[in-house]
């Protein structure tokens, strides 16, 4: 099943020929961006170290617990997925990127489509464009999907398509471990409810490739503007550059995910998992910046229910207490979302059943001055 479209238009999906350009335009320079300091969130760090779990650890539920409630992010080790095969799809993301404007203007989002080359769907809330090119595709229409940019099908294609094939196949085994952890932390118990649970979270895969090439003036401008992700959760797969940064509150601040380990994954907790465990687990806000000296490359890949599917908080988070949230299905959600970037709210604050009584660490999107501007 494909994920739910929320497009409306896309003032924003011109190609942008940024080898061209040795300044950053005024269409890509956002302000506001370093309002709040950055701040060191790598392996090791003093005070921000962003949470390491390996699945290979008999008390990774318990670690999986503690990061998910404290950061809403953590590195993944111990997944299982060859780091060759994660070079493979680094470098063939970076061909696709390399062909001509003409050949990925084939494949370009087109108006009310959840799929296609271009910028990401929240790209339109925003009045400035990022420094990027993305592209969204399902595993159900990847093959489809890429046919458009090498209508030929010839060797680059049917190599790339293999390739993407396999990193789903190894990334959905990594999904089921941890989605097993997860609900164990959650203590969802019973192997019935717990295998219909992890169908059901995993059901619509979304992968988002995203590409970011080096800028002379890093700092004037952004890779991927702040957001959460509105799903259950995301693996974002990274090159051996960083640029993604979180969002931390009380004092604001963003930690950078420098200095990863190799072939660690970055699980970052969505949206609706949120609301699933009854703001447990904290959905958190990120971006990615951009380097001056090296081009960057990342997949992220989204894991949700169908469009269709109620989400409510489930009974085992809730326990005794109160539902914070309302019911609300993903395709819903997109549309709250919509309405909250248009308003300057936060879209969980406006499911919730008791608006401000929250700990969630990305709730005061009018805070996050690009957010806003
Ligand atoms: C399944 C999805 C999640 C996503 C919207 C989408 O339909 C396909 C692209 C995803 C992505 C990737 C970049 C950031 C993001 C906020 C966006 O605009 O597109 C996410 C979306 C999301 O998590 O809501
Ligand atoms: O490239 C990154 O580090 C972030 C990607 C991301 O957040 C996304 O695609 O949802
Ligand atoms: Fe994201």
Redesign the pocket.
Known sequence: MSAPSQLSKHPHNNYFDFGAARQVPETHTWEGLYEHPLVDGGVGAAEDAVPVVDLRDPHAAEAVARASEQWGTFLLEGHGIPSELLARVEAGIASMFALPASEKMRAARQDGQSHGYGL?PIASYFPKTTR?E?YTLSPANLRAELRKMWPDAGEDYRHFCDVMEEFHRQMRLASDKLTVLFLAALGVAGVEAERKIVDTMSETVTM?L?W?PKCPDPKRTL??AT?T?SGFF?F?M?SHVS??QLFRRGPDRWPG?VGVPPGAL?V?ISDLFQILTNGRFCSTY???VVNRDST?????Y?LGPPAGVKVAPLREAVGCGKPAYRTVTWREYFLVRKEAFATGGSALQMVSLSPGDHKNHGDGADQISEISS
């Open positions: 990401p990027s993305g988002h995203n970011y890779g991927l957001h992700d995301t974002v990274q640029g993604m995910l970055i970052n990120h971006r990615a960057r490359v990342s997949v992220a989204h």
